[in-house]
């Protein structure tokens, strides 16, 4: 049977977030789980004119992290280069069939992994950065994510759908008009200097001036809805408590607290993960500085789902990523790592820019 | 639930098959229903030291680019696909289908060109293979769609298809493969000696001269499981008739009772019971595919039942099978078609083939055991 509302799904991704032009190489991606919307996927792809190639694997991570050996781990698929190199999109779609999976597996050989990825990840930021390639990443209902949401398969599919507006008759309009309130708190906050957040556990400031905000207006990420930037690597001080699980590759850590001294962690502490946490903090020297500073702002995302895709951009908290920086921000921060961590701001928060109050609780207050 | 017997299948492929070697780079081509046996195969070749990788093949693509892709999209070729066929050692094919007659009712000129485009393809491909640099082998994995065309249950067929490769049973899989390499490896060397064949049957008395040409074993290194011997016949040669028992398949459609007269190697008179019309549509391809590209001995023996599938029925203890078509460079074949088609002949009741005037065969078993040929 195929899901009307996955067709529009795809035909949403395809349309709106990749702007899919005839003629254009497109690469969709995801494992086996994802199959009903890689068809789909394909399908909007073909009638845009353009010619789809699909990269769908299996997850066979477990054996390879487990099995293998260190060089086998740290082979990178030259074929998979190409990937990087030839595509004019490049659409991507998670859901896993478990994401706990790797749980039991030694992080210092996940760490493995990131270290060898991460010149295949930079020369694909490069070539997003330069405008060769445009790319999209978006999800598929499985039960491993719905569990993880704590919510039932219906539940969750209606819970993605209704983030992504699909619900809506004209969802690419209500995508356009969404975009264009997202730019106006851009526009906003590029004029501020520097931002201070407090809340309960939290009393962090960075430095943003000169930096770019960008509004996510579901282009790259789908469904999207925040404002992101990269801060100034050594501006970092204070601190920060994650009212949010940090999920990390199906690893959760809990409670996180991080110290800040002239941008970079002087302490951290987890509930729950501790040793993971350091491990990958350990990652390499950008892994212990923020590579992004964002807020979240679609409020038909209200719940938290353990998956980063969506809880980034629930609507009324803000987020901080360890490691690498968006060169597109300005930021200069490089690491293998990329770890993004969510602090609600619904209630009883405060964002001073400049010294001036300019959110409070979940709501920007003048934009 | 891990299946040994999938286990022992994917490290069957891994050593004796393609004797992958530390460091080599393998492609696992799969369909998602596959998973099981790709991951078998990945395991194996993550322990013999080299670097594999799986690439799912969606099965619903084929047809959704037939409903909706333009001649341009039909025609297009992935310049990655091309250009990974250079960066890998070896590539396995897990043939593996959810339906296996999900294109049955596609357009047939569409279809065609989607075929042409791919083969643009698997050209590189060949071309590889056949200077050495890449290693190959076609494995199976049993579904519900195979089990169906074979007129059984998935278990039942499970254990028809595990029982082929040797791998049904706790045992050596290797040692049996490596016995069949040198029992059929000798049986060639023998055939390879002779300057005509002779295959009489129920309506048949066929002669294929085969002078010149060397025969080749399928001992289970390009396709598992295997068990042939084959040639490509002087294209020129060939006189009198032949009958198919079996039905013959290309690409999902079955033509049934099929007869072919030949004169001076070529085709002169085809019929057949249910799908006259498209045999004749495959015959008149291209030139080449009124001639025969290759003839051979099935000789495996734990393959005893029909099944609608070319990978096992060609392979029939004590069946013969003749391909139209294309034949191979590498073993004196001169024929070029787009068409390479199998067409299996039962003569395990009583067949009789006869090298150079003598008889070697009867009732689906050669009379004498292959001797190996003295070099001079």
Same mark, same amino acid.
């Given at each position: 049977?195929?899901?009307?509302?996955?067709?529009?799904?795809?035909?949403?991704?395809?349309?709106?977030?990749?702007?899919?032009?005839?003629?254009?190489?497109?690469?969709?991606e995801g494992t086996i789980n994802v199959e009903p919307l890689l068809n789909e996927l394909y399908r909007a792809t073909l009638r845009a004119g353009a010619n789809p190639i699909t990269r769908v694997s299996l997850e066979v991570s477990e054996y390879l992290l487990t099995e293998g050996s260190?060089?086998?781990?740290?082979?990178?698929?030259?074929?998979?280069?190409?990937?990087?190199?030839?595509?004019?999109?490049?659409?991507?779609?998670?859901?896993?069939?478990? &994401?706990?999976?790797?749980?039991?597996?030694?992080?210092?050989?996940?760490?493995?992994?990131?270290?060898?990825?991460?010149?295949?990840?930079?020369?694909?930021?490069?070539?997003?950065?330069?405008?060769?390639?445009?790319?999209?990443?978006?999800?598929?209902? &499985?039960?491993?994510?719905?569990?993880?949401?704590?919510?039932?398969?219906?539940?969750?599919?209606?819970?993605?759908?209704?983030?992504?507006?699909?619900?809506?008759?004209?969802?690419?309009?209500?995508?356009?008009?969404?975009?264009?309130?997202?730019?106006?708190?851009?526009?906003?906050?590029?004029?501020?200097?520097?931002?201070?957040?407090?809340?309960?556990?939290?009393?962090?400031?960075?430095?943003?001036?000169?930096?770019?905000?960008?509004?996510?207006?579901?282009?790259?990420?789908?469904?999207?809805?925040?404002?992101?930037?990269?801060?100034?690597?050594?501006?970092?001080?204070?601190?920060?408590?994650?009212?949010?699980?940090?999920?990390?590759?199906?690893?959760?850590?809990?409670?996180?607290?991080?110290?800040?001294?002239?941008?970079?962690v002087v302490e951290a502490t987890a509930a729950r993960g501790q040793s993971f946490l350091e491990e990958m903090i350990g990652v390499d020297d950008g892994a212990r500085r923020l590579g992004e500073l964002a807020f979240g702002l679609n409020d038909a995302i209200s719940t938290f789902t353990?998956?980063?895709?969506?809880?980034?951009?629930?609507?009324?908290?803000?987020?901080?990523?360890?490691?690498?920086?968006?060169?597109?921000?300005?930021?200069?921060?490089?690491?293998?790592?990329?770890?993004?961590?969510?602090?609600?701001?619904?209630?009883?928060?405060?964002?001073?820019?400049?010294?001036?109050?300019?959110?409070?609780?979940?709501?920007?207050?003048?934009? | 639930?891990?299946?040994?017997?999938?286990?022992?299948?994917?490290?069957?492929?891994?050593?004796?098959?393609?004797?992958?070697?530390?460091?080599?780079?393998?492609?696992?081509?799969?369909?998602?229903?596959?998973?099981?046996?790709?991951?078998?195969?990945?395991?194996?070749?993550?322990?013999?030291?080299?670097?594999?990788?799986?690439?799912?093949?969606?099965?619903?693509?084929? %047809?959704?680019?037939? @409903?909706?892709?333009?001649?341009?999209?039909?025609d297009f070729v992935s310049p990655i696909g091309i250009k990974e066929i250079d960066l890998v050692d070896a590539i396995v094919t897990i043939w593996s289908e959810t339906n296996t007659r999900a294109l049955s009712r596609a357009d047939a000129d569409r279809h065609q060109r989607l075929i042409?485009?791919?083969?643009?393809?698997?050209?590189?491909?060949?071309?590889?293979?056949?200077?050495? %640099?890449?290693?190959?082998?076609?494995?199976?994995?049993?579904?519900?769609?195979? @089990?169906?065309?074979?007129?059984?249950?998935?278990?039942?067929?499970?254990?028809?298809?595990?029982?082929?490769?040797?791998?049904?049973?706790?045992?050596?899989?290797?040692?049996?493969?490596?016995?069949?390499?040198?029992?059929?490896?000798?049986?060639?060397?023998?055939?390879?000696?002779?300057?005509?064949?002779?295959?009489?049957?129920?309506?048949?008395?066929?002669?294929?001269?085969?002078?010149?040409?060397?025969?080749?074993?399928?001992?289970?290194?390009?396709?598992?499981?295997?068990?042939?011997?084959?040639?490509?016949?002087?294209?020129?040669?060939?006189?009198?008739?032949?009958?198919?028992?079996?039905?013959?398949?290309?690409?999902?459609?079955?033509?049934?009772?099929?007869?072919?007269?030949?004169?001076?190697?070529?085709?002169?008179?085809?019929? @057949?019971?249910?799908?006259?019309?498209?045999?004749?549509?495959?015959?008149?391809?291209?030139?080449? @595919?009124?001639?025969?590209?290759?003839?051979?001995?099935?000789?495996?023996?734990?393959?005893?039942?029909?099944?609608?599938?070319?990978?096992?029925?060609?392979?029939?203890?004590?069946?013969?099978?003749?391909?139209?078509?294309?034949?191979?460079?590498?073993?004196?074949?001169?024929?070029?078609?787009?068409?390479?088609?199998?067409?299996?002949?039962?003569?395990?009741?009583?067949?009789?083939?006869?090298?150079?005037?003598?008889?070697?065969?009867?009732?689906?078993?050669?009379?004498?055991?292959?001797?190996?040929?003295?070099?001079?």
């Amino acid at each position: 049977m195929s899901d009307s509302r996955l067709e529009r799904l795809a035909d949403v991704i395809v349309g709106y977030s990749a702007g899919v032009k005839p003629g254009e190489l497109v690469l969709v991606e995801g494992t086996i789980n994802v199959e009903p919307l890689l068809n789909e996927l394909y399908r909007a792809t073909l009638r845009a004119g353009a010619n789809p190639i699909t990269r769908v694997s299996l997850e066979v991570s477990e054996y390879l992290l487990t099995e293998g050996s260190d060089e086998q781990i740290e082979w990178v698929n030259p074929a998979r280069r190409e990937d990087v190199e030839q595509p004019d999109v490049r659409i991507v779609i998670e859901g896993a069939a478990n &994401t706990k999976s790797l749980s039991a597996i030694d992080p210092t050989r996940q760490a493995l992994v990131e270290r060898s990825r991460a010149e295949l990840r930079d020369r694909y930021l490069e070539r997003a950065l330069s405008g060769e390639l445009r790319w999209v990443l978006s999800a598929y209902p &499985t039960n491993a994510g719905a569990q993880d949401a704590e919510m039932s398969l219906a539940e969750y599919e209606e819970f993605i759908y209704g983030a992504a507006f699909l619900d809506d008759g004209d969802p690419v309009a209500r995508w356009r008009a969404f975009s264009e309130q997202l730019h106006r708190v851009v526009d906003f906050l590029s004029t501020k200097e520097e931002l201070r957040i407090v809340t309960e556990g939290t009393d962090l400031t960075v430095a943003v001036g000169g930096r770019t905000w960008i509004p996510a207006d579901g282009h790259e990420n789908f469904p999207d809805g925040e404002v992101f930037t990269a801060p100034h690597e050594t501006s970092a001080e204070g601190e920060i408590r994650f009212t949010y699980p940090a999920v990390f590759r199906g690893r959760q850590v809990d409670d996180v607290r991080l110290r800040f001294h002239e941008g970079e962690v002087v302490e951290a502490t987890a509930a729950r993960g501790q040793s993971f946490l350091e491990e990958m903090i350990g990652v390499d020297d950008g892994a212990r500085r923020l590579g992004e500073l964002a807020f979240g702002l679609n409020d038909a995302i209200s719940t938290f789902t353990r998956n980063i895709l969506f809880d980034e951009k629930l609507g009324g908290t803000m987020h901080l990523a360890l490691g690498t920086a968006y060169p597109e921000c300005g930021g200069t921060n490089r690491s293998a790592l990329h770890w993004d961590m969510i602090c609600d701001l619904r209630s009883g928060s405060e964002v001073y820019a400049d010294g001036e109050l300019v959110y409070r609780d979940g709501r920007f207050l003048d934009v | 639930m891990r299946d040994p017997r999938v286990a022992r299948l994917g490290e069957l492929v891994v050593s004796y098959s393609l004797g992958l070697q530390p460091g080599q780079i393998v492609r696992i081509d799969s369909a998602p229903v596959a998973a099981p046996l790709a991951v078998e195969v990945y395991r194996a070749a993550l322990a013999a030291g080299a670097h594999p990788y799986v690439n799912v093949e969606l099965e619903r693509l084929p %047809e959704l680019q037939l @409903a909706f892709g333009s001649g341009e999209q039909l025609d297009f070729v992935s310049p990655i696909g091309i250009k990974e066929i250079d960066l890998v050692d070896a590539i396995v094919t897990i043939w593996s289908e959810t339906n296996t007659r999900a294109l049955s009712r596609a357009d047939a000129d569409r279809h065609q060109r989607l075929i042409a485009s791919q083969q643009r393809l698997s050209k590189r491909r060949w071309e590889r293979m056949a200077s050495g %640099e890449l290693g190959w082998c076609g494995v199976l994995f049993p579904t519900d769609a195979h @089990a169906q065309d074979a007129e059984m249950s998935l278990e039942e067929y499970e254990r028809f298809v595990f029982r082929a490769c040797h791998v049904e049973e706790e045992g050596d899989p290797v040692g049996h493969w490596q016995g069949v390499r040198d029992d059929l490896g000798r049986r060639a060397e023998t055939l390879t000696q002779a300057r005509e064949v002779r295959i009489v049957g129920p309506g048949t008395d066929l002669t294929l001269g085969v002078e010149g040409r060397r025969w080749q074993a399928a001992d289970g290194r390009l396709n598992m499981p295997d068990g042939e011997v084959y040639t490509s016949p002087v294209e020129t040669a060939t006189e009198g008739e032949i009958s198919f028992a079996f039905p013959a398949l290309y690409h999902g459609r079955e033509v049934s009772d099929i007869h072919l007269r030949f004169e001076g190697g070529e085709v002169v008179q085809a019929g @057949a019971g249910r799908g006259g019309e498209y045999l004749d549509a495959l015959l008149s391809m291209d030139d080449g @595919a009124k001639r025969l590209g290759e003839v051979a001995f099935g000789l495996n023996y734990e393959i005893e039942r029909f099944t609608h599938n070319t990978l096992f029925d060609e392979k029939i203890g004590g069946t013969m099978h003749v391909a139209l078509g294309s034949s191979f460079d590498d073993l004196g074949g001169q024929n070029s078609s787009g068409l390479h088609w199998d067409l299996v002949c039962d003569l395990r009741e009583d067949g009789e083939v006869y090298a150079d005037g003598e008889l070697i065969w009867r009732a689906g078993h050669f009379l004498e055991q292959p001797q190996a040929v003295e070099r001079v």
